[in-house]
């Protein structure tokens, strides 16, 4: 096929700054590109016809982090990182809401919970010596004394099995990640960035002070400036980063009449997760039960862990109701040795915004904003 002038000096015309991954990263960096730099010249590139590693095959969540899993986290990364990790999570929720809206992306600062399960009860003498340590050291970040309390009062009123405790987290909340990711991709557009779908980058050249990019399509690109946002794929054009997929499987539930579950929860550390969407159950995770096959890039779904999300929901979360399972997803995560962001120049006018560990909801407007003053 061959291009013409006109192709050639608008969608494929030279660029100040191609993104290579349209999901919530690529979008929100190219967003604050442009508010930054309006005369920037800026273009999306994906392979897909819409994004589809983690950002619109994720579960909803406004997350902030479970008691069980910021406590993980400060062992694992120390106290100050594990701060350092939520304070951004905190200001992207909130940059989501100041520029969209609550309504138009079905925000809902609902509220959530932790389960904590009789099997794995540490007794709560120790639940609340965690619960006052954190409420103590977010206090700073959240302007609020108490972000977690024990609520094991309301464990009956939302019909859970088995489960010992229950702990309120003030902070979380809920989307609907198809419409914000539709939102940034509108406002994007009307500030001038060009989007190209289907386009795979098989791999890109720094030639004199440009760089070219190889693509499966019979087009010819080139940018002053790369980077790239895919993620947890993005190993396949940067080799050498610590970067590890990880699948999170999802499943969701028919109506269920009078359903008492409203808000968010989470369940081991984060690795369970379930929201209601209307009066339906929507519940992922589980990975942590075969975690070697589930550090792949294969989008399917397992009958290993589809069974334990359905043990999960039928012991935990709904005993003794009937339902059937409506829909069934996954989406790939970007892991690795530890949970912070990598956000660097890789080499000569080449960058990554990558491995946004699950929580790139709410922190891709933080990254975004971090990258765009990295590219001035």
């Not at 190219?30 to 590139?45: N, S």
């Not at 609520?151 to 009123?157: C, E, F, L, N, V």
């Not at 990598?342 to 560990?357: G, L, N, Q, Y």
Request: net charge neutral.
């Amino acid at each position: 096929m061959q291009i013409s002038i006109w192709e050639k000096e608008s969608f494929y015309a030279p660029k100040d700054v191609i993104i290579v991954g349209s999901g919530l990263v690529g979008l929100w960096c190219a967003w604050h590109l442009k508010r930054k730099h309006p005369k920037c010249k800026v273009a999306i590139v994906d392979r897909g016809i819409i994004p589809t590693g983690a950002s619109t095959r994720n579960a909803g969540f406004a997350c902030f982090g479970s008691v069980t899993e910021l406590m993980a986290d400060s062992k694992k990364m120390g106290s100050d990182k594990m701060l350092e990790l939520v304070e951004m999570r905190f200001e992207g929720l909130q940059r989501i809401r100041k520029v969209f809206g609550e309504k138009h992306v079905d925000f809902e600062w609902c509220g959530g919970y932790e389960l904590i399960t009789q099997q794995n009860d540490p007794g709560k003498e120790k639940l609340e010596q965690e619960i006052d340590s954190l409420n103590r050291q977010l206090k700073a970040i959240v302007k609020e004394a108490h972000t977690f309390k024990l609520a094991d009062k309301k464990i009956a009123s939302f019909g859970f099995g088995n489960t010992a405790h229950l702990i309120e987290n003030k902070m979380e909340g809920a989307l609907h990640s198809g419409k914000l990711c539709q939102a940034l991709l509108q406002s994007v557009q009307a500030q001038g960035v060009t989007v190209l779908n289907a386009v795979e980058i098989a791999g890109f050249e720094k030639i004199g002070d440009q760089v070219a990019l190889y693509t499966n399509q019979h087009i010819h690109l080139t940018t002053k400036k790369l980077l790239i946002c895919t993620n947890a794929f993005a190993a396949q054009l940067l080799p050498g980063l610590d970067i590890v997929p990880a699948r999170g499987q999802v499943l969701v539930t028919s109506p269920i009449p009078k359903l008492a579950i409203r808000g968010t929860f989470h369940y081991d550390e984060g690795f369970y997760y379930f929201r209601n969407l209307g009066d339906r159950i929507l519940l992922g995770g589980a990975r942590n039960k075969a975690i070697e096959a589930e550090t792949t890039t294969e989008m399917n779904i397992t009958d290993t862990i589809q069974h334990e999300l359905e043990h999960f929901l039928s012991t935990y979360l709904l005993p003794g109701h009937t339902y059937q399972i409506t829909d069934r997803w996954s989406g790939i995560m970007g892991m690795g040795g530890e949970k912070m962001p990598i956000v660097k120049e890789v080499s000569p006018d080449v960058f990554c915004a990558v491995r946004m560990s699950g929580m790139g909801v709410a922190l891709a407007a933080v990254v975004g904003e971090k990258v765009a003053k990295m590219l001035q």
